[in-house]
């Protein structure tokens, strides 16, 4: 069973930033596309970042210039990297996977069962 871990969330200042780590565990085959979702409470989850298995990868308006997704296949970890961060980017992120397609959901508000596996989220809190 195919499971995947957030890390590396915390506290930061306006203008600084951070970068999220997702490890996949179990035997996850090579054609899985992973995302990025971030999340208010009592807000939808909105997916920001995602790429597919042959590399393409698809951004939101909203972090777009300012975040950056990419892959270790070695380690099985799928990274988002984020600078220039904002109090707006005070969210709770998550890591999902799934065996199709998935920068379809990127700028859009999802439910969970859009993705096949979700981790359990980090908070990320940007002071102003």
């Known amino acids: 069973q195919v499971q995947v871990t957030e890390s590396g969330g915390g506290s930061v200042e306006a203008g600084g930033s951070l970068r999220l780590s997702c490890t996949a565990s179990?035997?996850?085959?090579?054609?899985?596309?992973m995302a990025w979702f971030r999340q208010a409470q009592g807000q939808d989850r909105e997916a920001i970042a995602a790429?597919?298995?042959?590399?393409?990868?698809k951004y939101a308006n909203s972090v777009k210039g300012r975040f950056s997704i990419s892959q270790d296949d070695a380690k099985k970890t799928t990274y988002l990297e984020m600078t220039s961060l904002k109090p707006e980017d005070s969210r709770t992120y998550y890591c999902?996977?799934?065996?199709?397609?998935?920068?379809?959901?990127?700028?859009?508000?999802?439910?969970?069962?859009?993705?096949?596996?979700w981790g359990q989220g980090t908070l990320v809190s940007v002071s102003a």
């Open positions: 179990g035997n996850m085959p090579s054609d899985w596309c």
């Open positions: 790429v597919d298995w042959d590399g393409r990868i």
């Open positions: 999902a996977a799934d065996s199709d397609a998935c920068t379809v959901w990127v700028g859009h508000s999802v439910s969970p069962d859009a993705m096949d596996v």
